[in-house]
């Protein structure tokens, strides 16, 4: 369903999602690099298990909730992909928020 237009000059770099090594053009947002994988989802919501993915792509649904670099509730759609960059599924509330109890939908 998305699909990346190919540019001859456009630099790749390499990334890892869900401890798979990926490559994205540089200067994409992580969450279209992800897309581009057609994955199942990219978060579960907090209190229904509900699967999600970005939705709007422009920070404002807050669909797009990952953790990249270890930091959870990042908003895919507003994060530019990096060389190196570790990417992960975020489950609920994310890491960080469930080890002090907190965190909504």
Not at 41 to 50: D, F, I, K, L, Y
């Amino acid at each position: 369903m998305f699909k990346q237009l190919p540019a001859d000059e456009t630099e790749i770099i390499g990334i890892v999602f869900n401890g798979k090594a990926l490559q994205a053009p540089k200067g994409i947002s992580v969450a279209a690099a992800i897309l581009s994988r057609n994955p199942d989802h990219t978060r579960t919501t907090p209190v229904t298990g509900s699967k999600r993915l970005p939705f709007c792509m422009m920070g404002v649904c807050y669909e797009c909730l990952m953790v990249i670099d270890g930091q959870a509730n990042r908003r895919a759609c507003a994060t530019y992909v990096e060389e190196g960059m570790r990417i992960e599924t975020q489950l609920g509330v994310g890491p960080a928020l469930a080890l002090e109890g907190g965190g909504s939908e």
